[in-house]
């Protein structure tokens, strides 16, 4: 679950962005203020900042400068009700990674923030392998021991998703929330999930000793290189 601090000193403002946030699947943090902000940056360095241009006792721009002048990469987003050209170049030269002006949509802030999230990620390689299972996300191909799998779209993008977090336990309420976009689970996505879990569990491992896609009881499953035949 990606990580993104909100500053912003406005209370129905902030409230409004950490529920919006909150429920697209992000895990959000609030600084009210100046200090809380670098307090929160000082204990753990978010994937994205949400930064407001006018923040009591240190202003946003203040927090920017410092975080650039430290090293810091950390995308930011910058919030202000100043519209003039003037003050946008102040903003982006200071070290912003994107600019919004108040009053704005939460649509389009959701939609800035995860540009600015795919533009910090590093460049996914074309392939991955587990154990003898190649992904090819190219072309949407994937062959285990030489031979090619036919998967349905839905089938290849359940497995993409967890060739990216090999080794890691996948719950359903995160497959429902980041592959199928729900957010909140219901028995219906459930049961549409577990088919689909079930009919990629006997295309990948039907007649392999070696099993790849692993059930752990009671928390979800995760695909992993069996150790032993």
Do not use: C
Not at 20 to 45: C, N, T
Not at 70 to 80: C, Y
Not at 86 to 108: H, I, W
């Amino acid at each position: 679950m990606q990580r993104l601090l909100v500053a912003e000193d406005d209370p129905t403002t902030a409230e409004s962005l950490v529920r919006g946030l909150s429920a697209e699947g992000f895990a959000v943090k609030w600084a009210a203020s100046g200090a809380d902000a670098i307090e929160s940056l000082q204990a753990q360095v978010p994937d994205a900042l949400v930064l407001d241009w006018m923040l009591p006792g240190r202003s946003g721009l203040d927090i920017l400068r410092q975080l650039r002048s430290a090293g810091q990469r950390v995308p930011v987003l910058l919030l202000t009700a100043r519209d003039e050209i003037n003050d946008r170049v102040t903003g982006l030269e200071a070290g912003a990674d994107d600019y919004l002006t108040k009053p704005f949509a939460f649509s389009e802030l959701l939609a800035r923030v995860r540009a600015l999230l795919r533009r910090a990620q590093p460049p996914e390689p074309l392939r991955r392998s587990v154990g003898d299972l190649v992904v090819d996300f190219e072309t949407r191909r994937a062959l285990r021991a030489g031979q090619a799998i036919e998967l349905t779209p839905r089938e290849f993008d359940l497995l993409a998703f967890l060739v990216r977090r090999v080794g890691e336990v996948v719950g359903r309420e995160q497959l429902a929330r980041e592959l199928w976009g729900e957010p909140h689970r219901a028995t219906p996505i459930d049961n549409i999930i577990d088919v689909h879990v079930g009919r990629l569990r006997r295309k990948l491992d039907a007649g392999n000793t070696r099993k790849l896609l692993h059930t752990v009881r009671g928390v979800g499953l995760m695909l992993r290189e069996d150790a032993s035949p």
